[in-house]
C-alpha cells in the first residue's frame, strides 16, 4: 500500500483513539471533584499536566479552572490536543484516503466531526458526562465498523497498531491522573474518599466491572497491574502492545519473536519489558517515573515506524539530498 | 403536494407537454408525488439533503476568505427521458467521440484534415488546449480521450443540441451514482415501477476500459487515479471513482519515474504504474516538460509515456478538440472521418474570426450568447439579452480586439423540469451531461449522465459554482426487463427448543 494512505490510517486511528480518550479524563476528573471534599476539588491543573500540553494551556489561559480546562480540552481549535482537533485531523487524515477505508467508516467518522463541530458551536456543557460518553460511544462504533467493513489486511494493521500505542500512551496518562491527585493529599489514602477516586478512576477506563470480575476488591496495588499488566483487559498497556506487535508482524510478515526492521525492534523489546514485568518492578522503579519511562518508549516506536514506513527514502534520493539539505 | 398549479410557461418542460400533459413515461411518477401527503416531499427532500452531508459528498468553494465545504444542492424530481428518445442521443454521442478521436490523433499526428484544407491550421494550432510536446505520440491503442462528458441542452423545439465537448477532465459522475443512490432510498417505490435503465456499474465499466488501453504485454496492469489532492473542488469524486474500483489513488508526491518506468511509494518500497487515470490538467502533470513550476507533476512522466511504459487516461493535448472555435468545425469532423452527417448538431456558433459572422454577432450582441473560447465554468460569458448596454459595449470591444477568442451562439430556450421551491413547483433550466466511455473493445454511455440545474429563477447558468444543482436522470428501459428466478435455499438453522 502507498506509504502516504498507510500514515493517514495510523493517524486516523490515533487521533480518534485519543480524542476517546481525552474524554475519558475529562470525565473522570469531572466525577472526582463532584465526590471530593473542597479541599481536593480543584484538580484542573494535575490534569492538564497529564495532557503534557501545560504550557500551551498556560500561555492561553493562564491558571486552570473548570470552565477554561474543559474549553482549552475540549474545544480549542489552538490546541492540537483537543478533542475537537483530533476528531478533525482524524477527519482529515480519512478524506484523503476515503478511497481505501470504507465507506460506512467514513461516514461514521464524518458524522462524529459535524457532532462535535455543532456542540463547539453551542458551548453548553450543562449535562457534560452525556457529551463524554457519546465521544467515548462514536469512538468505539468506529472501531466496530472499521473492524467489520475493512479488510484485514495491511491497512487495517497499520489502523490498530496506531490506536493500540495512543492507548497504551492515554492508559499510562489516566494512571498518571490518579497519582498527581492522591500525592498531595496522603491523608485520603484508605479513606473512604480513595475508595471513591479509584473506582472513578476504573470507570474512567470503562475498566470497573472487569476489574471486580478479575480481582474483586478496591486495591491500589492491583489496579495498578490491573491497568498496566493485565494482558486480556483491552485498555491495559500490556494488552496494546501485544496487539500492536501482532498487527506490526502482519505487517512486515516477520515470524512472531523476530524484527526486520528498527520500528519492529524496538516495538519488540518493548514487548518483552512488559512481558516480564512485576508490580515489584514497577513500584520499586517509583510509579510515576516507570509510568513516564513507557510513554518515553512508545513515541521512540512511533518515531521509528515514521521512519521506516512512512517516509522511506530511495537510496539515490537520500544521497541526492543529503549534502545540501 | 401537487403539480397543479404547475405552469410551463411556453418553454419545453421535460416532464409535461405543452397542453401540461404528462410526457409518457412521467405519469407514474406524478401520480405518486401527488399522493403524498401534505409537506411528505419537503420531508424527503431534507432527509437527502441530510444524508448528503453525512456522506460528506461535498465540493470545495473558494472565496476570498477561506475555502468551505458545500453539499451539491440536489433536487428530488427526477428527469425522465424516453428509452428510444435516449437510443439517439446514444448513437449520436458515439459518432461524435470517435470522429474528435480520430482528429486528435490526426492533429498531432499527420495533420491529413489540415492539408485538406477542412480546418484552418492557424486556428488548431492556436488552440488553449494544443500541446506541442504531444506531436507524434502515439497512445496506447490509439485512444486519446477515453472519458468524455458532453454537455448537451434541449431548445424549446425539443430537440437535443451538443453545447460542449468535454474532453479534458469531466466531473460530475460521481453526483450522478450518488443521486441514483439517494433516489432509490427516497422513492424506492416508484423507481420500482418505473423500470429504469441502471447507472451502478459504471465504475466497472470504467476500471475495464482503463485495464484495457494498459502499455501492450502487461499482465494484471495496476490502474490509479491521480488526484491533485484533498483541497481540489472535485477531490470528492476523485477518491469516490478510485474507491468504486479498488485502485489506489495517488497523488503527484506518491509518483517519481525510477529507471524510466512510474513507480508509486508503497509501504513495501517501489511498485509499477501501468494506467494512470489523471485527474489533473495536462499544465501540472510533469515540470519536464509542461509547467516547470509544477509542484503536483512527476518529472520526467511524459518521457515514460512518449515510451509506452504507462497509458494516461485522458491522453495529455486532448483540450484542442474541446475549444471552443474547433467546436464549431465538429460537424465537417464527422463528415470528414466518418463520412456521416452528426446525429446530434451543434448549437448554431458564429465564428467571431469569420468576417460575416463577426458582423451579425456585433450587430446582434443583444440576441445572442458570446463565450470567450478558452473559459469554461460558465466564466467569460456574455449572455446578451440579460446584459446592461455596458457590459455589451464591453465585449463589443474585446471581440474586436482579439476575434479568434470569441464564439457566439443564439440564445437558447433551454428545457425546464419541475424544481421543488419552498411549497411548491417552479421551473428551470437544466443541461443533461452524459458521460462516454471510449474503449479499444467498445464504446459505453452511461444511461443519463448528469442533469444539471440553474437553481436561480430564469438563470440559464448550471455550473455548480454558480448556483447550479442537480437531478437524477432516468432512462427508462424499453420493455419490461424479465425477471430471474433464484434457485431455492434451505432455511438457516435455529436455537433448539426455542418458541418457534
Redesign the interface.
Known amino acids: 500500500m502507498l506509504s502516504r494512505v498507510a500514515n493517514s490510517i495510523y493517524w486516523l486511528n490515533r487521533y480518534i483513539e485519543r480524542a476517546e480518550n481525552v474524554a475519558r479524563f475529562i470525565d473522570a476528573n469531572y466525577h472526582m471533584t463532584l465526590d471530593s471534599p473542597d479541599a481536593a476539588g480543584d484538580q484542573w491543573q494535575p490534569l492538564i499536566n497529564t495532557s503534557g500540553d501545560h504550557e500551551l494551556f498556560e500561555k492561553l489561559y493562564g491558571e486552570a479552572s473548570r470552565e477554561n480546562a474543559i474549553e482549552f480540552l475540549v474545544f480549542d481549535r489552538n490546541n492540537p490536543n483537543s478533542i475537537y482537533s483530533c476528531v478533525r485531523a482524524a477527519r482529515e487524515n480519512a478524506r484523503s484516503v476515503r478511497e481505501y477505508i470504507s465507506s460506512e467508516m467514513w461516514e461514521q467518522l464524518n458524522t462524529f466531526y459535524l457532532m462535535i463541530n455543532n456542540a463547539a458551536k453551542e458551548v453548553s456543557l450543562d449535562l457534560p458526562h452525556q457529551f463524554f460518553v457519546d465521544i467515548m460511544t462514536a469512538s468505539h462504533a468506529f472501531i466496530g465498523i472499521t473492524d467489520s467493513t475493512m479488510n484485514h489486511g495491511e491497512g487495517w494493521h497499520f489502523g490498530r497498531m496506531g490506536r493500540m500505542l495512543e492507548r497504551a500512551d492515554k492508559t499510562t496518562r489516566i494512571l498518571d491522573v490518579k497519582y498527581f491527585i492522591l500525592l498531595p493529599s496522603v491523608d485520603y489514602v484508605g479513606s473512604s474518599y480513595d475508595n471513591i477516586f479509584w473506582g472513578a478512576l476504573l470507570r474512567s477506563a470503562s475498566a470497573f466491572e472487569m476489574y471486580r470480575k478479575r480481582h474483586g476488591r478496591i486495591d491500589p496495588k492491583k489496579i495498578v497491574e490491573f491497568l498496566m499488566l493485565d494482558p486480556h483487559f483491552p485498555r491495559a498497556v500490556h494488552f496494546c502492545i501485544v496487539t500492536a506487535m501482532i498487527s506490526m508482524n502482519n505487517i512486515t510478515g516477520s515470524p512472531r519473536g523476530t524484527y526486520c526492521n528498527k520500528a519492529e525492534q524496538s516495538l519488540g523489546r518493548l514487548l518483552a519489558e512488559f512481558n516480564f514485568a512485576s508490580l515489584e518492578d514497577i513500584f520499586s522503579f517509583g510509579l510515576h517515573e516507570y509510568l513516564d519511562s513507557t510513554q518515553t518508549r512508545i513515541n521512540a516506536v512511533g518515531a521509528e515506524i515514521q521512519k521506516v514506513f512512512f517516509s522511506p527514502q530511495l537510496a539515490d534520493e537520500a544521497a541526492a539530498s543529503s549534502p545540501l539539505v | 403536494m401537487r403539480f397543479d398549479g404547475y405552469d410551463t410557461e411556453g418553454f419545453y418542460d421535460e416532464i409535461f407537454d405543452a397542453q401540461g400533459n404528462p410526457r409518457p413515461g412521467a405519469d407514474l411518477l406524478i401520480q405518486r408525488i401527488n399522493a403524498l401527503p401534505e409537506s411528505e416531499l419537503q420531508r424527503r427532500q431534507k432527509a437527502a439533503e441530510r444524508a448528503l452531508?453525512?456522506?460528506?459528498i461535498t465540493f470545495n468553494v473558494y472565496s476570498n476568505e477561506a475555502q468551505t465545504e458545500k453539499i451539491f444542492p440536489f433536487d428530488i424530481v427526477p428527469r425522465i427521458l424516453q428509452a428510444k428518445e435516449w437510443e439517439g442521443i446514444e448513437r449520436g454521442l458515439k459518432q461524435r467521440i470517435s470522429a474528435l478521436n480520430s482528429f486528435i490523433d490526426d492533429v498531432y499526428n499527420e495533420q491529413k484534415i489540415i492539408k485538406d484544407g477542412v480546418i484552418p491550421a492557424d486556428l488548431v494550432l492556436s488552440a488553449d488546449g494544443f500541446r506541442k510536446p504531444c506531436i507524434g505520440l502515439e497512445p496506447p491503442c490509439g485512444i486519446w480521450c477515453h472519458i468524455t462528458g458532453t454537455d448537451l441542452v434541449r431548445d424549446g423545439d425539443g430537440e437535443y443540441y451538443v453545447l460542449e465537448d468535454n474532453l479534458r477532465c469531466p466531473s460530475g459522475v460521481s453526483y450522478v451514482l450518488e443521486n441514483r443512490l439517494l433516489m432509490k432510498r427516497t422513492f424506492p417505490m416508484v423507481f420500482d415501477a418505473c423500470s429504469v435503465q441502471p447507472v451502478t456499474d459504471y465504475p466497472s465499466r470504467l476500471l475495464e476500459m482503463l485495464q484495457e488501453v494498459a502499455p501492450p504485454g502487461v499482465r494484471n496492469p495496476v490502474a490509479v487515479?491521480w488526484t491533485p489532492?484533498?483541497y481540489n473542488s472535485a477531490?470528492?469524486e476523485?477518491?469516490?471513482?478510485?474507491?468504486q474500483m479498488g485502485?489506489?489513488?495517488?497523488?503527484g508526491?506518491?509518483l517519481l519515474v525510477?529507471r524510466g518506468e512510474v513507480m508509486?511509494?508503497?509501504?513495501k518500497?517501489?511498485e509499477r504504474v501501468d494506467v494512470i487515470y489523471r485527474r489533473i490538467d495536462d499544465d501540472f502533470m510533469d515540470p519536464k516538460a509542461f509547467r516547470a513550476d509544477s509542484m503536483l507533476g512527476v518529472p520526467g512522466l511524459m518521457k515514460a509515456y512518449s515510451k509506452g511504459k504507462v497509458a494516461l487516461a485522458n491522453a495529455p493535448g486532448t483540450g484542442v478538440a474541446d475549444d471552443k472555435a474547433v467546436y464549431a468545425y465538429v460537424p465537417e469532423i464527422i463528415k470528414y472521418y466518418l463520412g456521416e452527417d452528426p446525429i446530434i448538431n451543434n448549437v448554431p456558433t458564429y465564428a467571431c474570426w469569420r468576417d460575416d459572422d463577426r458582423k451579425y454577432v456585433l450587430e446582434n450582441l443583444d440576441k445572442l450568447v458570446v463565450k470567450a473560447v478558452n473559459e469554461s465554468g460558465g466564466y467569460g460569458m456574455l449572455i446578451g439579452p440579460h446584459a446592461t448596454k455596458a457590459e455589451r459595449e464591453e465585449f463589443a470591444r474585446r471581440i474586436k480586439a482579439k476575434p479568434r477568442t470569441y464564439i457566439a451562439q443564439p440564445t437558447l430556450a433551454l428545457s425546464r423540469v419541475p424544481v421543488l421551491v419552498d411549497d411548491h413547483f417552479e421551473g428551470r433550466h437544466v443541461d443533461l451531461r452524459p458521460y462516454i466511455l471510449f474503449g479499444s473493445k467498445s464504446t459505453y454511455v452511461l444511461p443519463g449522465g448528469l442533469t444539471r440545474v440553474a437553481l436561480k429563477k430564469g438563470s440559464l447558468v448550471v455550473n455548480s459554482s454558480q448556483g447550479g444543482g442537480s437531478k437524477d436522470t432516468w432512462v427508462l428501459n424499453a420493455a419490461g426487463t424479465p425477471s430471474t428466478e433464484s434457485p431455492l435455499q434451505q432455511q438457516s438453522q435455529s436455537q433448539e427448543g426455542s418458541a418457534c
Open positions: 452531508l453525512n456522506l460528506g487515479v489532492g484533498i477531490y470528492f476523485h477518491s469516490f471513482l478510485a474507491q485502485v489506489p489513488l495517488v497523488e508526491s506518491d525510477h508509486m511509494r508503497t509501504t518500497g517501489l
